[in-house]
């Protein structure tokens, strides 16, 4: 559905969305968005250090390891209506709750797979400033790489009751919702919902047998 260098780079890219690696102490107190960052890439952090032979031997490790400890932190909810864009408004509830099942089997083993290219950066925390009745928040970073030029990586967050949660992360103002929409909407159209079901659960069925 994406072109082979976007299929090489979304697992990574998007594994940045919801593990975020530790950076520099920051300059000034965190805000709660930032927080949530710092938290869990604090648990990522140990259990690359801690887990790794165990990562590389036993891949249902990480699968679990991704939907019980990153995904929590993620709105799904929303996220399957942004990258459905118009055509979340036309499923049905059953529609939408078979879609969400296929795309979060689809992503767990996207992120699990990310895991193994994971190598050591860091991450800086730009200055913001956030309102205490704010419900949308963009905690934008720049990834500092050995070798490499930085990567402006922004994450889209939204608050639920008291706690935050990502949605959206742009890597260098690209939006990687905004990659899956364009071919999810495009094979949504040429075979219908149900068919763009049945495609992730096919897809998500060779990946578990590979």
């Known amino acids: 559905m994406t072109s082979p260098t976007s299929r090489r780079s979304i697992p990574l890219l998007i594994l940045l969305?919801?593990?975020?690696?530790?950076?520099?102490?920051?300059?000034?107190?965190?805000?709660?968005?930032?927080?949530?960052?710092?938290?869990?890439?604090?648990?990522?952090?140990?259990?690359?250090?801690?887990?790794?032979?165990?990562?590389?031997?036993?891949?249902?490790?990480?699968?679990?390891?991704?939907?019980?400890?990153?995904?929590?932190?993620?709105?799904?909810?929303?996220?399957?209506?942004?990258?459905?864009?118009?055509?979340?408004?036309?499923?049905?509830?059953a529609q939408r709750e078979a879609f969400g099942e296929e795309f979060k089997h689809m992503l767990i083993r996207s992120y699990a797979a990310a895991v193994n290219e994971l190598s050591e950066w860091e991450i800086q925390y730009l200055p913001m400033s956030l309102d205490p009745d704010a419900r949308n928040a963009i905690v934008r970073t720049r990834i500092l790489r050995r070798g490499g030029q930085p990567t402006a990586v922004d994450y889209r967050m939204v608050r639920r009751g008291e706690r935050w949660l990502a949605y959206d992360v742009s890597i260098e103002g690209v939006?990687?919702?905004?990659?899956?929409?364009?071919?999810?909407?495009?094979?949504?159209?040429?075979?219908?919902?149900?068919?763009?079901?049945?495609?992730?659960?096919?897809?998500?069925?060779?990946?578990?047998?590979?």
Do not use: C
């Not at 990480?62 to 799904?76: M, Q």
């Not at 949504?188 to 590979?210: F, K």
């Open 175 to 210: 939006s990687l919702l905004a990659n899956y929409r364009s071919s999810f909407v495009r094979l949504a159209r040429e075979r219908g919902i149900d068919g763009l079901i049945a495609d992730l659960a096919d897809r998500n069925l060779e990946r578990q047998g590979s």
């Open 17 to 93: 969305a919801l593990i975020w690696l530790p950076g520099p102490a920051a300059t000034q107190p965190l805000t709660a968005p930032q927080q949530v960052v710092e938290k869990v890439s604090d648990e990522l952090m140990r259990v690359l250090r801690e887990d790794r032979q165990l990562i590389e031997r036993d891949p249902e490790y990480v699968y679990r390891l991704v939907d019980e400890r990153f995904l929590p932190h993620v709105d799904f909810e929303r996220v399957s209506a942004l990258v459905l864009g118009p055509v979340w408004r036309e499923a049905s509830p």
